[in-house]
């Protein structure tokens, strides 16, 4: 059963035309993360939500905005996209901090 | 910030034999480790973790070991499968900390 599910998992965008991300978890984690991963590299963090608490990550553009309008969900706006943030999009939760994080399968964003 | 590195960018095993993948880290604070599976376009995979008042955890096929002293994890697969390709990424947090730090992450090619 799907635990962290992200959607949708392919999505293409125009140069500067704004682009939301979405993700949801059936398994009622306090923390929801978003991680940029570009290829053969590690994800990096953008920002964390503790509940209704936001941390954004000192050098997360911003260009990239989150929303987290209750527990389940979580999402990830992009304001202007530009060639760089092509990436795929990963989408985590965990019960608490210092414990598992969980991944979904991420979203692979293109910028045309 | 924190340095998570692996000693080996790319592995390469027979089909049948153990594998080990390395990660060094650089904060004698971590206090919680987690190795991570990413096959290609999917997320991150949980595969097993160790606290820092451990040294040894063992799962199914993976072994995870930690020495404090020289600030080393290491991942050992018994009897690799082709399945077992992907890009294996240690991560670590600090106990203190709201984020792990992920490390750069080694490609592990088994060969039938």
């Known amino acids: 059963d799907a635990m962290v599910i992200q959607n949708p998992r392919y999505q293409v965008t125009q140069f500067g035309k704004p682009v939301t991300l979405s993700c949801s978890q059936t398994?009622?984690?306090?923390?929801m993360y978003w991680y940029q991963q570009k290829s053969s590299q590690a994800p990096k963090l953008l920002f964390h939500y503790y509940d209704k608490d936001f941390n954004n990550e000192a050098d997360t553009p911003d260009n990239f905005q989150s929303r987290r309008p209750n527990t389940s969900f979580c999402f990830l706006d992009i304001r202007s996209p530009g060639l760089g943030d092509a990436a795929m999009y990963l989408c985590?939760?965990?019960?608490?901090?210092?414990?598992?994080?969980?991944f979904g399968p991420g979203t692979r964003l293109l910028v045309l | 910030g924190e340095s998570v590195g692996l000693h080996l960018p790319t592995l390469s095993v027979q089909e049948g034999d153990n594998s080990i993948i390395n990660c060094a880290y650089s904060?004698?604070?971590?206090?919680?480790f987690i190795w991570y599976k990413q096959e290609s376009g999917k997320g991150p995979q949980f595969i097993i973790d160790i606290r820092s008042n451990m040294d040894k955890r063992q799962g199914q096929r993976v072994t995870v070991l930690l020495n404090k002293t020289v600030k080393h994890l290491s991942l050992q697969i018994a009897a690799t499968q082709p399945g077992d390709s992907a890009v294996y990424f240690c991560?670590?947090?600090?106990?203190?900390?709201?984020?792990?730090?992920f490390g750069t992450g080694t490609s592990l090619t088994v060969i039938p």
């Open positions: 991560a670590e947090t600090p106990g203190d900390g709201n984020q792990f730090y």
């Open positions: 904060n004698s604070a971590s206090d919680y």
């Open positions: 985590a939760t965990s019960r608490d901090f210092v414990e598992t994080q969980y």
């Open positions: 398994l009622n984690h306090n923390v």
